[in-house]
């Protein structure tokens, strides 16, 4: 069965710092991997996706099918990126999203 | 467009209650999905339908759940019973069409307690 790991629940870093939100999953082909993001108080919504190859509010992410991960990157936080963040993964044919559990990031003044 | 409207927010329920959860798609969107949240963990898929018709259920339980997307009106994920462990946060996700680059938006979900 596919599964998308996200090992770290809560990720702390200082405004201007770097931020990196791991994220890997387990399946032997070729799926499409997505970034959600939920702000306070906010739905959840889709930040990005793999196959976009776009960079949304500064957040990038790269497919590595090599070590099967697929990391969110962003050079500077702000703290308006303070949310959490689900990665999810569809299989090709298949219309459901499989999540990771969340990573929960909070940018500091 | 409202996005996907869901209702109640909020929903209290006794054990061995029914609980009626709603989801009105985003106008023109014919694709309905169900996911559940329990509390410290990621949403898990329960059902995906198109109007009229179950297209995979293969998240649901096999039992006291029920789901359907009538050809007029908002989808309803129906829970019969329900008991301590069905308390979780339940969110509806609607997309137009299928297809590589289709996009599901979700809407804000509903809180089940049962108390």
């Known amino acids: 069965a596919q599964r998308v790991t996200q090992p770290e629940k809560l990720l702390s870093v200082f405004k201007g710092a770097p931020v990196e939100l791991k994220c890997n999953y387990s399946y032997s082909g070729s799926p499409e991997l997505f970034w959600y993001v939920q702000y306070s108080r906010q739905r959840l919504q889709l930040l990005l996706r793999h196959i976009s190859r776009e960079s949304i509010k500064g957040f990038t992410a790269d497919l590595n099918k090599g070590e099967t991960s697929f990391h969110l990157k962003k050079p500077f936080a702000q703290e308006e990126d303070s949310a959490m963040y689900y990665c999810a993964l569809k299989v090709p044919g298949a219309q459901k999203l499989v999540f990771g559990q969340g990573t929960r990031l909070t940018i500091n003044p | 467009n409202a996005g996907v409207m869901q209702n109640p927010r909020h929903l209290v329920r006794r054990r061995g209650q029914e609980a009626r959860l709603r989801c009105s798609p985003m106008k023109g969107h014919s694709h309905v999905y169900w996911y559940r949240q329990l509390p410290e963990e990621g949403l898990k898929f329960m059902v995906y339908?198109?109007?009229?018709?179950?297209?995979?259920e293969s998240g649901m339980p096999k039992e006291r759940f029920s789901a359907e997307f009538p050809k007029e009106g908002p989808s309803i994920l129906r829970i019969q019973q329900v008991v301590r462990g069905d308390s979780a946060a339940y969110f509806c996700?609607?997309?137009?069409?299928?297809?590589?680059?289709?996009?599901?938006?979700f809407g804000q979900g509903t809180r089940l307690t049962v108390v």
């Open positions: 339908l198109q109007k009229e018709n179950i297209i995979d």
């Open positions: 996700a609607s997309s137009p069409t299928l297809g590589q680059n289709t996009e599901a938006f």
